[in-house]
């Protein structure tokens, strides 16, 4: 199995544009997380997906952010308009029990000038 | 409200030394699964060890072994003969309740030094 794959691994884009970060979970895990990872508040989980259901989005910071999971194996973050704030890392994990925890992609370290 | 504390921001090790690293977490529910994850400066997030709460057995992985205090609600890691490879971020995360979400920890920064 070849993991969580994220891309882009990284990503420089002016403020204002649109980013689209894509992500495939582990074949046959059912849960999809997206994290964010910044220095000054670590680790936000910014929503999950079960059964490519959107179960929980609060953490989501605003209208700006939106994420799809179209099916079992395709999930994308999308910034619109993106700010210099967003910079960060982003992070797509899958589950498939409790147990196991979670499989992290190697992220997408997003700039935005 | 589901926490965890990680009381020591930085660490550090010599090589071939033993390193405990803390941390306290605090729930109501009385089954839960707990994790430790390493993000080495590659920055990819990596299971460290797991262990399921009614388990009474402190799990161990080679090297990494935890000392699990369900009553204190304490979930030390101890790394012994440490390696340089082990310089990292270790995060503490736990899961309780229904679903898949974990609450992490800020992370102890751990320097293996030479």
């Known amino acids: 199995d070849a993991g969580v794959i994220q891309s882009p691994r990284h990503e420089v884009t002016e403020m204002g544009q649109e980013v689209t970060l894509r992500c495939k979970p582990i074949?046959?895990?059912?849960?999809l997380f997206w994290y964010r990872q910044t220095m000054m508040r670590g680790l936000e989980l910014l929503i999950y997906?079960?059964?490519?259901?959107?179960?929980?989005d609060s953490g989501m910071p605003e209208d700006r952010f939106s994420a799809k999971m179209p099916n079992a194996s395709f999930s994308t973050l999308k910034i619109q308009p993106s700010e210099p704030r967003d910079s960060a890392v982003y992070f797509c994990?899958?589950?498939?029990?409790?147990?196991?925890?979670?499989?992290f992609g190697s992220g997408t370290r997003l700039t935005v000038v | 409200a589901q926490t965890v504390t990680q009381s020591q921001p930085e660490m550090s090790v010599q090589e071939a030394e033993t390193v405990t690293l803390s941390c306290t977490y605090d729930?109501?529910?009385?089954?839960?699964?707990l994790f430790w994850y390493k993000q080495p400066p590659s920055r990819q997030m990596i299971l460290v060890i797991r262990?399921?709460?009614?388990k009474q057995q402190n799990a161990t992985e080679n090297r990494f072994s935890v000392n699990f205090q369900k009553a204190a609600k304490s979930f030390s890691l101890k790394i012994s003969d440490s390696q340089l490879g082990d310089t990292a971020m270790y995060f503490c995360?736990?899961?309780?309740?229904?679903?898949?979400?974990?609450?992490w920890g800020l992370g102890t920064s751990l320097a293996v030094n030479p």
């Open positions: 994990a899958s589950s498939f029990d409790r147990y196991h925890g979670y499989t």
């Open positions: 074949s046959g895990h059912n849960s």
């Open positions: 997906f079960n059964n490519n259901v959107p179960i929980d």
């Open positions: 729930t109501s529910e009385s089954n839960y699964y």
């Open positions: 262990q399921e709460a009614y």
């Open positions: 995360a736990f899961n309780a309740g229904n679903n898949r979400k974990l609450i």
